[in-house]
């Protein structure tokens, strides 16, 4: 296998064409001759550049609405040939097929026809088979072929003609292979899953392909002894990431992880009134509605203003300034917004290490699939986009709840499907007044939960804590009376849970006996 390999002849064909007449331009004053392909060979001519067509080489002219004009002997022989075997050699002379040394090749863009809501037609002949085709024959032979699939690379081409005396070396013809690989791999993920999803309407099909593309790498993981990086989808989505990031230094795994839970629990209230998150390890630690921005944010401080040092927050509203001065009096990891006025812009700017996101909200209830990786394999499910109405709960009390208990009710279950398993989250007014995350006993996660809610009312000098008069919701049912017991006694007055334990008839009795008025929803949000 040669190290340097001249480039004498080079094959292009693209369908991105940004800087292939420049690149082009360049190849041809270095005295390589080029042959192209449709619309790429009438943009180089069109610049004034010798190019055989083709068509001419093959002896065969472009047919059927050009599904077919580079496969093709004459093109895969000058690809794929292995100049070190005599056989290879003895062919291309008797059948006159002469070696290409550099193929510039990138496909139909079926992800954006189909993005863009195509026409199922027009889908279908935006599947590439002759592009893959030259690109795999030729990253399968870089022994002898450098292969560029992405303009990106023409430069680090280029520079390696000028310093290798117009020939090209094995290392980057195996760094080009490799991306051409991934680049037909990715294409064919994608038509792949457009079929199956789209097409074939399959929830789980046999065959489940991925295609992700690394968007940074990460100073490290979870830890500093594990490594990591961002990778995106083809067809980016609203999430976190994709969010645009103005100012503070670099994002750490742990920051998109708990930025994430924090983006997608505002999104909850994405058409509601001025809302406010606070995330602190993926968890929840205060949320809440108000009049304004700054009174949610204070509202959802004043939670649990000690787990919010440190914390993740999110808003469903342009950040202001107000707001923004709020949340510089204490340490902020990150703040996520749809936007930020100049006044917030400008007191973010003296905290040089908070980090500030610019973010759509997406839909709390879109479609998708949530993937886990476990060992030797992957658990896939479709997201818990679940929500419940007031009309979807069954009221199974004496006491049904008031127009200010269902209020609160509805707004601890949305909190409540974003808070780990075991999962308590008492709410009042519209902001949650204690938070009971993760535990492995619901009755603990419910006395955590008052306990976090009594700590706040000490710190703010309250002469009761929020759970008094509270609406109290459970991510599952309750197995026995006791938290349902431990919550009245922190002060809650109704609840909300699923329902379904075998022991319902003995909790709704609990519930009686205190005046409580409790709801079921048949629907449980364990989040793991």
């Keep these: ?52 067509d083709v068509a001419e080489l093959t002896g065969f002219p472009e047919m059927m609405d050009g599904r077919v004009k580079t496969l093709h002997p004459m093109v895969h022989g000058g690809l794929l040939a292995d100049r070190d075997v005599e056989g290879h050699v003895v062919a291309m002379a008797a059948h006159g097929i002469a070696a290409i040394d550099l193929a510039v090749v990138n496909l139909y863009p079926f992800t ?66 490799a991306a051409a690989f991934a680049h037909t791999a990715a294409y064919d993920a994608a038509v792949a899953s457009w079929f199956a999803f789209a097409d074939q309407g399959e929830r789980f099909p046999p065959l489940l392909p991925l295609a992700l593309t690394r968007a940074e790498t990460l100073r490290y993981g979870e830890n500093p002894h594990q ?28 920051n998109y992880n708990d930025a994430d839970g924090a983006l997608e629990l505002i999104a909850e209230f994405r058409d509601g009134p001025p809302a406010c998150a606070i995330i602190k390890h993926a968890n929840p630690c205060g949320v809440a509605t108000g009049a304004s921005l700054a009174e949610a944010y204070k509202a959802a401080f004043d939670c649990d203003p000690v787990s919010a040092f440190g914390g993740i927050i999110a808003v469903n509203r342009p950040l202001d300034g107000p707001t923004a001065e709020a949340i510089a009096a204490i340490f902020t990891e990150v703040v996520i917004a749809p936007d930020a006025d100049d006044a917030a812009r400008a007191v973010f700017a003296g905290k040089k290490n908070l980090r500030l996101l610019l973010a759509a909200l997406p839909d709390a209830r879109r479609p998708g699939l949530a993937l886990r990786q476990i060992g030797g394999g992957m658990l896939v499910q ?44 008492y709410a009042r007014d519209g902001a949650t007044a204690g938070i009971g995350a993760g535990q492995m006993s619901r009755l603990d996660s419910t006395r955590i939960a008052a306990l976090k809610a009594k700590d706040a009312a000490a710190t703010a000098g309250w002469p009761a ?64």
């Design 1 to 52: 296998m040669p190290d340097l390999v001249p480039v004498r002849r080079a094959l292009l064909s693209v369908s991105d064409k940004a800087g292939i007449v420049d690149f082009a331009a360049a190849l041809a004053a270095r005295g390589v001759a080029l042959v192209s392909t449709g619309g790429t060979a009438a943009a180089l001519r069109a610049a004034g550049l010798a190019v055989e």
């Design 382 to 425: 479709s997201r818990d986009n679940g929500a419940v109405a007031r009309t979807d709960c069954d009221v199974v009390t004496a006491r049904g709840p008031t127009e200010t208990e269902w209020r609160d009710l509805l707004f601890a279950w949305t909190v409540a499907r974003h808070v780990k398993s075991n999962a308590i989250v």
């Design 227 to 254: 490594q990591a990086a961002l990778y995106r989808p083809q067809v980016a989505g609203a999430g976190i990431a994709a969010a645009r990031q103005l100012q503070g230094k670099e994002l750490s795994y742990n």
């Design 465 to 528: 804590p929020k759970t008094l008069g509270s609406a109290v919701a459970s991510d599952a049912f309750f197995p026995f009376a006791d938290g349902l017991i431990a919550a009245a006694e922190a002060g809650a007055t109704a609840i909300i849970q699923p329902g379904g334990s075998i022991r319902d008839a003995e909790v709704i009795a609990a519930a009686d006996q205190r005046g409580l008025a409790m709801v079921f929803t048949g629907m449980r949000h364990f989040r793991h």
């Design 112 to 177: 954006a026809t189909v993005a863009k809501g195509a026409a199922r037609d027009e889908i279908i002949e935006n599947i590439d088979i002759g592009g893959p085709a030259m690109v795999r024959s030729a990253a399968k032979n870089h022994a002898h072929v450098a292969i560029v699939t992405d303009p990106g690379d023409y430069a680090d081409v280029l520079a390696s003609l000028d310093a290798h005396d117009g020939a090209t070396p094995l290392a980057l013809r195996k760094r080009l292979a």
